[in-house]
């Protein structure tokens, strides 16, 4: 069972060693083949939205376990394994990290064409891929900075995201899968696993608590901006914060709309200084007023529209009717094995339990030598 989530590292600085990196490639080519042979392509993008499975495959190819290195190496390591391999395999890799990742629509064409797939089935894997990276860097609003993109498929359309951000201000590193055959809706909770070190202060619009501020926020952006606007406008103008309570002033009276805990709002990512003032912010909302997007998700995808767009909505939305978001971070498992700092961290251990098991099973069946299975059963055995 693959649960839903996030997975949380701190942030590593340097190159990986291209030993390791050489050794990584090795390791991974004949460990893909038994997967693909004894379960075919499927089971491997399934796998890879895993990321308790996706962690443990990066420590058994011999990286640190708690590295935010893990997900950018790993991922180089398994396209760079494929490599010339892919159409014979079924599976196609994607994306990558920094101005790679811009590339991942490029390159799914590209596979679009090689593989001669129909028009409107790539068109929905580039699609699926630039929502997730929307989606994470504008609904799940936690702090952290998209910068690895990689997105995974097979022939037969199913497909997985692996992504990581980046918080500068505490040094760590998040990652988050995606899995499309477990999504039902791509705004509303569409993780597929869960595992974190630390949780952060996050407006987490696709959480199911947030489902009547994406209702009201569709409804705003369906409206008229002008109306749009005057909400807006009081919030700009009178917009008061106090340790107790975020209320209105009009004509020198307090008018109070909510009262919330000093917690909800100390941190608030809307309450920034001119936010509502920025011409760009209202050049989008009059784009997105004219279009009248039917829905969350087509709002989310318009050009333009990114995390200010959608905390902006979403203020306007809670403070004026009341449709409160989801302020939990969606992370709610952890490691607790010891790393490299050999620092221990409470664990779901069924889960490790499952992903151990699986890789017990693969390892005698790949084409290593006894030395090379041995030393990754020693790997495992260290789990």
């Not at 406008?233 to 020198?252: A, D, E, G, V």
Request: proline fraction near 5%; glycine fraction near 6%; aromatic fraction near 10%.
């Amino acid at each position: 069972m693959i649960h839903r989530g996030i997975a949380t590292f701190g942030l590593d600085t340097g190159k990986c060693p291209r030993w390791l990196f050489e050794r990584m490639v090795a390791l991974a080519r004949p460990i893909i083949w038994v997967i693909v042979e004894e379960y075919g392509p499927d089971e491997f993008i399934q796998r890879i939205g895993d990321p308790v499975w996706f962690q443990s495959l990066g420590i058994v190819l011999a990286f640190d376990w708690n590295a935010s290195g893990l997900t950018t190496i790993l991922t180089a390591a398994l396209k760079e394994a494929i490599r010339g391999q892919e159409k014979e395999l079924g599976i196609f890799i994607c994306g990558g990290k920094g101005k790679t990742s811009r590339k991942t629509p490029d390159e799914i064409m590209h596979w679009g064409e090689v593989l001669s797939l129909p028009a409107p089935k790539v068109d929905n894997l580039v699609y699926n891929s630039r929502m997730a990276a929307k989606v994470d860097s504008a609904l799940v609003q936690d702090g952290f900075q998209i910068y690895h993109h990689a997105f995974f498929f097979c022939r037969s359309g199913a497909w997985s995201v692996v992504q990581q951000g980046m918080n500068q201000a505490n040094q760590t590193a998040r990652r988050y899968h995606w899995y499309s055959e477990r999504i039902t809706d791509l705004v509303c909770q569409p993780h597929s696993g869960i595992i974190s070190q630390i949780k952060t202060p996050t407006l987490d619009l696709t959480a199911k608590e947030s489902q009547h501020t994406r209702q009201v926020s569709t409804e705003l952006a369906r409206g008229s901006y002008a109306g749009l606007m005057k909400d807006i406008q009081i919030l700009s103008r009178h917009f008061c914060h106090t340790s107790q309570m975020i209320s209105l002033k009009r004509n020198n009276e307090k008018l109070t709309l909510l009262n919330l805990t000093d917690y909800d709002f100390r941190w608030h990512p809307v309450v920034e200084e001119n936010f509502f003032e920025s011409p760009y912010l209202k050049r989008i909302l009059a784009k997105v007023c004219a279009i009248k997007p039917h829905n969350y998700e087509q709002l989310l995808s318009l050009e333009g529209v990114g995390p200010k767009t959608m905390r902006a909505l979403s203020l306007v939305s809670e403070v004026i009717y009341a449709a409160k978001p989801s302020y939990q971070d969606p992370a709610r498992y952890s490691f607790a094995f010891g790393g490299k700092d050999h620092i221990p961290y409470p664990v779901e251990r069924r889960i490790y339990d499952a992903a151990i098991e699986f890789f017990r099973r693969i390892i005698p069946k790949a084409k290593l030598s006894y030395l090379e299975k041995n030393k990754m059963l020693v790997k495992l055995n260290q789990l």
